[in-house]
């Protein structure tokens, strides 16, 4: 088993003074305590040197909520993984559904995107998850294996890479999918990654969960086989919110 990564995807949310209140309260809790799992935080762009300031050596790991796939370039408005690293950046997050969808992301792009990552050397958190209408169609486990093939990167090191299943009809809904569901994904996903990388480097993957999760449900979540941690957006934004879900 893996130790868990508990990973806050802020969204387009906060403001300078959010973050120092959030991390603030985060930071005096993980420095007291020798918890179980890994904590990042994902801000938007013009959050991160304000996060990455207040984290500077502290036992939490902060994150970009996206990448170009060039080093650099007249990419108006886009950030490049290496300037992430440059900053401080342990990870970032690549293919979000919010990006796929807002943005157009194809798997392609997701590839190139956590492509440029791993050579800048951060960890991306590869997104992956279907819509309800694939569900519907009993199509998920196609979709999922599709991306899984397209969105990681050909040469990529098992160790240094995350993915997180989030099925897209549970992302800010209030819905979550089953135990059941959870496991059946879960666990394709690692046979996924064991066909790619042999059983023992699969293993070691984090696979996260994200779609809705929140206290009340982390625990059952987080207890399903191969869930290693989860992606949290609306309950990242509290900290003993967040907290509760990582620690318990
Ligand atoms: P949610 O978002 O926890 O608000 O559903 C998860 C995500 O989009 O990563």
Same mark, same amino acid.
């Given at each position: 088993m893996v130790r868990k990564l508990i990973a806050g995807n802020w969204k387009m949310n906060g403001s300078v003074s959010f973050a120092s209140e959030l991390v603030g309260g985060l930071l005096s809790k993980i420095e007291q305590q020798d918890v179980s799992a890994d904590f990042v935080v994902?801000?938007?762009?013009?959050l991160l040197g304000s996060v990455l300031s207040l984290a500077k050596g502290t036992?939490?790991?902060?994150g970009g909520q996206d990448c170009h796939a060039n080093v650099s370039g007249a990419h108006t408005g886009d950030t490049s993984a290496e300037l992430l690293k440059d900053i401080g950046c342990g990870y970032v997050l690549t293919g979000h559904s919010e990006r796929r969808t807002d943005h157009g992301e194809t798997d392609s792009d997701v590839k190139a995107k956590s492509t440029a990552a791993l050579k800048a050397g951060l960890t991306p958190i590869i997104c992956i998850g279907e819509t309800e209408g694939e569900r519907v169609?009993?199509?998920?486990?196609?979709?999922?294996?599709q991306q899984v093939t397209n969105s990681l990167p050909d040469d990529a090191?098992?160790?240094?890479?995350v993915l997180a299943y989030e099925p897209v009809w549970a992302i800010g809904t209030g819905k979550t999918a089953t135990p059941d569901?959870?496991?059946?994904?879960? *666990?394709?996903?690692?046979? &996924?990654? /064991? %066909?790619?990388?042999?059983?023992?480097?699969?293993?070691?993957?984090?696979?996260?969960?994200g779609g809705s999760v929140?206290?009340? *449900?982390?625990?059952?979540? &987080?207890? /399903? %086989?191969?869930?290693?941690g989860a992606l949290v957006g609306g309950a990242s934004l509290k900290v003993e919110d967040f907290w509760a879900i990582g620690v318990r």
């Open positions: 994902c801000p938007p762009a013009a036992k939490l790991s902060v169609s009993g199509n998920t486990l196609k979709v999922i294996e090191d098992s160790s240094a890479i569901d959870v496991a059946e994904v879960h *666990n394709f996903i690692r046979e &996924l990654l /064991v %066909s790619r990388f042999g059983r023992e480097a699969a293993n070691k993957i984090n696979i996260l969960y929140k206290p009340s *449900n982390a625990a059952e979540l &987080l207890a /399903v %086989s191969n869930v290693d």
